[in-house]
Structures are given as structure tokens and as C-alpha cells.
């Protein structure tokens, strides 16, 4: 999954709400689930909502300050007596919940991990017998411009796919102790046991032109991945989006009236037996 990854994850969580949910509502839930890594905690109070008033979400992410996000989240919401957040690091180990549950969401988290494999069968671990694990990983990543956008040479944003890329593979390879894993998603979910394992994806598509909330998100997560990647961009190209993202330039992209945003959300499933 691309995002949410900027300051502001409750609003692009909003964004890409309607497609997650696509995917994770026909899951089956019963008293108690889990949501790995929630962010702002959009599809924890969602959970939240499936489970009713007896239900349990268990909110686990290895930051407090996300906790408190999700805690607010779900205070507003009316379902804070439904939510338990946990502070822990998937690479210390399998999550110590205090009952199995019937399904453990976790959009955009696993690949933090140091092992996915490890990661993914600490997760099926999790699970109450016909239990569903969902990971949302993969998808593609957000297309929001024209090929050429007048700005620099044509192919912006193809050759900020490519560097990004790049910043990945540099982040992913220089951490002490990580394991390649040269098997897709749904192979690490049957090598953890899980079976009628298997993948769906939903587009999120916002034509242009964008207004309001979606075009900020846009801008927003352009601007993340730049920062990103820019030791991996030529200096035309840094130059490029400097002018495409600096509000106070002739060239900035939230006068344009042909920014989009499309993108897809895969979430890939296994059942405990």
C-alpha cells in the first residue's frame, strides 16, 4: 500500500477509507480483533463499529504518539470502551494479546519489519481458530499528474516512482538484521499455515480536478514521497518539484485543474484452521 505517509495521516486516511473498507468489511468479525500498525486510527474505530458494544479492538503500533491519535480517534467516535491500544515492535516478538481474535487487520505495517516472514507468522499466531489475517501491502503506487506537466522534462512522476524505489531499497537494506524475502504476500501467508489464502484489489479514483481535502492529500503525499527520494532525483528534477510544490511559484500544482489521484489498495487474506 502507498500512504498514508505525510503530517497529516488522519486526512489522507480519510481519502483512502472508502476503498480499505471495500476490502476489509466483507471480512468476518466476531468479539475481538486486531488492527497492526492503525495510523491515525481510521479503520480501528471502523473495527470498533463491527464489533458493537461488547466487542474489542486491539490497537497495537510501536509509537505512543500514534496510540494517542487513536485513542482521541476513538473518543470522538463514541467507541473508546471498545478500543485497547498496546504499545509493541513486531520485531520483539509476537504481539501478546490477551486472547486469540477472529481477524487481525494490518494495512501498510508488516513491511517495517525487520522479517516478514516472522512478522506475518507472529500474526497468523494471533488468530482464533477460522480466524483471517489481512494485510494491506502492495497496491500500486498513486499516479496524480500528466506524463508531461510542463514543468522540467516529461516523465516526472515515472522517474519519482523509480527513485523512491531506490530510497526503499537503500532504507530496506541498511537496517542491522533484515531478511530478504523474495516470495510475494501471499506465499508468506501460506508458509505461516493460513490457508484459502488470496488477494483483492480496489482503485481509489479521483479525477481531476481535485478540490478541498483530496487535493491537499495529493499535494501532501507528492511532497512526502519527493522528500523522500531526493538523493535519488537528478538536480533538474529537484528543481522541477521544488516549483511544482512551492505554493509561492507560478508553476505550483494546487492551481492546476489536472492533478488526480489514482492509486489501488490490495489486501491479501489467510484463514487459521
Not at 480466524?131 to 522517474?159: H, I, N, Q, S, T
Request: glycine letters at 10%.
Amino acid at each position: 500500500m502507498t500512504g498514508p505517509s505525510t503530517g497529516d495521516p488522519a486526512a489522507a486516511e480519510a481519502m483512502f477509507a472508502p476503498a480499505e473498507r471495500a476490502l476489509v468489511d466483507p471480512l468476518p468479525v466476531r468479539d475481538a480483533v486486531a488492527d497492526i500498525g492503525p495510523g491515525a486510527g481510521t479503520m480501528t474505530v471502523r473495527l470498533a463499529e463491527r464489533v458493537g458494544p461488547t466487542g474489542r479492538v486491539y490497537a497495537v503500533d510501536n509509537d505512543e504518539a500514534m496510540l494517542e491519535r487513536v485513542r482521541d480517534r476513538a473518543e470522538r467516535a463514541g467507541v473508546a470502551d471498545r478500543v485497547r491500544t498496546l504499545k509493541h515492535d513486531l520485531d520483539d516478538g509476537p504481539v501478546p494479546l490477551p486472547e486469540p481474535v477472529s481477524l487481525v487487520w494490518s494495512g501498510a505495517c508488516v513491511h517495517h519489519a525487520l522479517s516478514w516472514s516472522v512478522a506475518v507468522t507472529g500474526l497468523a499466531g494471533l488468530l482464533a481458530p477460522g480466524g483471517v489475517l489481512a494485510l494491506g501491502e502492495g497496491g500500486l503506487p498513486m499516479r496524480c499528474l500528466p506524463w508531461d506537466v510542463g514543468v522540467g522534462r516529461p516523465g516526472l512522476e515515472v522517474r519519482l516512482d523509480a527513485a523512491h524505489n531506490e530510497w526503499f531499497t537503500a532504507w530496506f537494506q541498511d537496517r542491522q538484521g533484515v531478511v530478504r524475502q523474495p516470495r510475494g504476500w501471499p506465499d508468506l501467508l501460506r508458509s505461516a499455515g493460513l490457508e484459502q489464502v488470496t488477494s483483492r484489489s480496489v482503485l481509489v479514483d479521483l479525477p481531476a480536478p481535485l478540490q478541498g481535502p483530496a487535493r491537499h492529500v495529493a499535494l501532501a503525499e507528492l511532497a512526502a514521497r519527493v522528500g523522500r527520494a531526493q538523493q535519488f532525483l537528478d538536480a533538474d528534477d529537484r528543481d522541477a518539484w521544488t516549483r511544482l510544490l512551492e505554493p509561492d511559484s507560478p508553476d505550483w500544482l494546487g492551481r492546476r485543474t489536472d492533478v488526480a489521484l489514482l492509486t489501488a489498495r490490495t489486501v491479501h487474506t489467510g484463514s487459521a484452521t
